[in-house]
């Protein structure tokens, strides 16, 4: 059996070195990490200052599941 990387022809020994998430058998750590850094991260749709921009921004009913009720407020006379 070989190793996943695309760039390495060494087998892989008696210990395997696997991620969590991928399913892939790679010979070493060096490896695998090397391979897994060379993949293309998924952008996140907006960035994390965009998202709190349009939240700041955004109707008051627009986050709300519930439509905004009156409150009363009681003052303690002295």
Known sequence: MRCSHPM???????VSHRRSFRK????????R???????PQPKPL????????AWLFAPLNAHARQPLARATV???RH
């Open 33 to 39: 990490d090397n391979y897994a850094a060379a993949l």
């Open 46 to 53: 907006l960035s994390a200052d965009a998202r709190l921009f």
């Open 24 to 31: 892939g058998l790679y010979c070493s750590r060096r490896c």
């Open 74 to 76: 009681r003052v303690r």
């Open 8 to 14: 390495c022809n060494r087998g892989i020994g008696l």
